[in-house]
């Protein structure tokens, strides 16, 4: 973020646990407060599986938690980004996966 406001950019931080609901709708919110629009929107999300863990010995905690964050929360950002950017004309979301 000082990289970007260091050259003159704006920048924001907002800690979000994107397999929350109600915390990636505020993290919306706090941009569009803050900046007017959402015109682009990099889902980047993700975590790791748990390294070299076999298929039988991998923790079901575990494998849920992945889901939530690397599926459940690229779906919940785009859930509420595509109706952000339909609603002002337009938009990009970019997604990346680990």
């Not at 646990?17 to 980047?44: I, M």
């Not at 923790?59 to 599926?71: C, F, G, P, S, T």
Request: with cysteine; proline share 2%; net charge negative.
């Amino acid at each position: 973020m000082h990289l970007i406001t260091e050259q003159g950019g704006e920048a924001i931080f907002v800690r979000t646990d994107v397999s929350q609901a109600v915390e990636v709708q505020a993290l919306l919110s706090q941009a569009v407060a803050t900046f007017g629009q959402l015109d682009c929107a990099h889902n980047n999300a993700g975590i790791s599986g748990g390294g070299s863990a076999l298929t039988a010995e991998y923790a079901e905690e575990r494998w849920h938690q992945v889901i939530a964050v690397n599926l459940t929360g690229v779906w919940l950002c785009m859930k509420y980004e595509i109706p952000q950017m339909l609603h002002q004309g337009g938009g990009v979301i970019p997604t990346t996966s680990l």
